[in-house]
């Protein structure tokens, strides 16, 4: 009957839920494990902060309507990669790629896409690294792999998107022109101060010598 069926629908979606909260643990383990041995072997992190969400039911509903998703679970499942992400901040640009590189090169993270708007920033000036990876959830009676987005990028960036962010909601999307235009700049200044930071760093690397030699050899491996 009715009562039923909805109650079934309610099982499905809660299970369907939860395994992106499975997924999710799972990435956020992995790149504590990351972190911890970093912190342990080398006094250093290239991770500085880690955030992960779960898209709410009603943002996820307004997407499968923007994008015209067939309304099926199967189908949200494959079409929507967002549902489960994690957000990764660093101090470092290079510190960006060797941690995607430390994610990616693990047998059971398999990457769908990658988006670098490191590389090539969007025209809002928005940059960051975006990776859409699948990793396995295994249940009781069977083994789904399931998207997440990871995102990383360096704390300049990250405060930078935050503010945008915020000023895009305010603004429902339409930004006035002079905030656009200041927002730019502001981009262009945190992309300055990140490759200033990258310079005095490395320079005084070189002093101690001990963290080149560790990035060195991972990027080697
Ligand atoms: P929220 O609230 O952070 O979840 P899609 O996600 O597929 O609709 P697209 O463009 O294919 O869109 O994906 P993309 O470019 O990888 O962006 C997805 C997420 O990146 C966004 O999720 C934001 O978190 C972030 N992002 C992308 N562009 C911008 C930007 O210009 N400014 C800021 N601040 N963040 C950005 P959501 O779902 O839009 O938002």
Redesign the pocket.
């Known amino acids: 009957d009715a009562r039923s069926a909805l109650r079934d629908l309610q099982t499905r979606l809660v299970a369907f839920q939860l395994k992106y909260q499975f997924a999710l643990d799972q990435l956020e383990t992995k790149i504590n494990i990351l972190r911890e041995e970093f912190e342990h072997t080398h006094e250093y992190s290239p991770i500085e902060h880690v955030r992960t969400?779960l898209?709410s039911m009603d943002?996820l509903l307004a997407?499968i309507e923007r994008?015209n998703c067939p309304r099926d679970l199967d189908s949200v499942g494959e079409r929507i990669?967002?549902i489960a992400?994690v957000r990764i901040t660093c101090s470092f640009v290079a510190d960006a790629y060797w941690i995607a590189d430390m994610l990616t090169s693990q047998p059971d993270v398999t990457v769908a896409e990658v988006?670098d708007?490191i590389v090539e920033p969007?025209p809002?000036g928005?940059q960051?690294l975006?990776l859409i990876v699948q990793v396995p959830v295994y249940l009781s009676d069977r083994t789904e792999l399931v998207y997440v987005?990871v995102?990383i990028r360096t704390i300049a960036m990250d405060f930078w998107?935050?503010l945008?962010?915020k000023i895009?909601y305010k603004y429902e999307g339409e930004i006035p022109a002079r905030l656009r235009d200041e927002l730019r700049q502001a981009a262009i200044v945190a992309d300055h101060l990140d490759r200033t930071m990258a310079r005095l760093h490395d320079e005084v690397s070189h002093l101690d010598g001990r963290h080149d030699v560790v990035r060195h050899q991972r990027h080697r491996d």
């Open positions: 969400r898209k943002s997407k994008t990669r967002d992400g988006k708007y969007k809002n928005y960051s975006h987005e995102q998107a935050s945008e962010h895009y």
